[in-house]
């Protein structure tokens, strides 16, 4: 497909005339100054203080030269329209990729990579949001069900059942009969006296 790029390059139009049409582009010399078109005008003076001409040497008379091909050897201006016919030449041996490849040294078509990054999807990912301390580690975080970790520890049966009879290597819990007769004594006589202070107190407070 062929468009219309427009000039590319500067147009040399000779000694201004107030009847001519000119182009953005277009340079005209004017009272011994060089000037080029800033905006498409007629019948506009050029003025280095103009919104249409911007002035690109000043006091000089010279003639440009221009050349009709294009020649590597040359230093002199070439006209536009052979800039555009080498441009619209070179337009067919381009060969444009649809879509992004890894091996391809092809240009991609915007449409092409407007696809790809639509595809990849998007998201407001920025360090300055997730780690706003800047001290490497994320703000916060979805909570995430202990059934969809992956590499999870392994943990015993009684840290998540809280029950005593799932705990391995329990002590053994002894009984009042496993005492010593000296040890047997000293509980029942404690037990006694226990029981003698709440009686003085049962009887202080029915005094009261």
């Given at each position: 497909?062929?468009?219309?790029?427009?000039?590319?390059?500067?147009?040399?139009?000779?000694e201004?005339?107030?009847?001519?049409?000119?182009?953005?582009?277009?340079?005209?010399?004017?009272?011994?100054?060089?000037?080029?078109?800033?905006?498409?005008?007629?019948?506009?003076?050029?003025?280095?203080?103009?919104?249409?001409?911007?002035?690109m040497?000043?006091?000089?008379?010279?003639?440009?030269?221009?050349?009709?091909?294009?020649?590597?050897?040359?230093?002199?201006?070439?006209?536009?329209?052979?800039?555009?016919?080498?441009?619209?030449?070179?337009?067919?041996?381009?060969?444009?990729?649809?879509?992004?490849?890894?091996?391809?040294?092809?240009?991609?078509?915007?449409?092409?990579?407007?696809?790809?990054?639509?595809?990849?999807?998007?998201?407001?990912?920025?360090?300055?949001?997730?780690?706003?301390?800047?001290?490497?580690i994320v703000?916060?975080?979805?909570?995430?069900?202990?059934?969809?970790?992956?590499?999870k520890?392994?943990?015993?049966?009684?840290?998540?059942?809280?029950?005593?009879?799932?705990?391995?290597?329990?002590?053994?819990?002894?009984?009042?009969?496993?005492?010593?007769?000296?040890?047997?004594?000293?509980?029942?006589?404690?037990?006694?006296?226990?029981?003698?202070?709440?009686?003085?107190?049962t009887?202080?407070?029915?005094?009261?």
């Amino acid at each position: 497909m062929r468009k219309d790029i427009g000039k590319v390059a500067l147009l040399p139009r000779g000694e201004w005339d107030i009847s001519t049409n000119y182009e953005v582009l277009d340079v005209v010399t004017y009272n011994n100054d060089v000037y080029v078109a800033w905006n498409n005008s007629t019948g506009q003076t050029p003025s280095n203080n103009s919104n249409y001409w911007k002035r690109m040497i000043k006091g000089a008379d010279i003639t440009l030269s221009v050349d009709t091909e294009l020649n590597s050897e040359s230093t002199n201006a070439v006209e536009n329209r052979v800039i555009y016919a080498a441009l619209q030449d070179k337009q067919g041996l381009l060969t444009f990729d649809s879509t992004p490849t890894s091996g391809s040294n092809n240009p991609v078509t915007s449409g092409g990579v407007f696809a790809a990054i639509s595809n990849a999807g998007g998201g407001d990912m920025l360090k300055s949001l997730y780690d706003s301390n800047d001290n490497g580690i994320v703000d916060s975080a979805e909570s995430v069900p202990w059934n969809g970790v992956q590499d999870k520890p392994n943990f015993a049966t009684v840290a998540t059942s809280g029950s005593y009879a799932d705990l391995s290597d329990q002590p053994a819990i002894g009984t009042i009969s496993d005492l010593q007769t000296t040890d047997k004594s000293n509980i029942v006589a404690a037990i006694n006296e226990l029981h003698e202070i709440l009686d003085d107190l049962t009887t202080l407070l029915s005094e009261v």
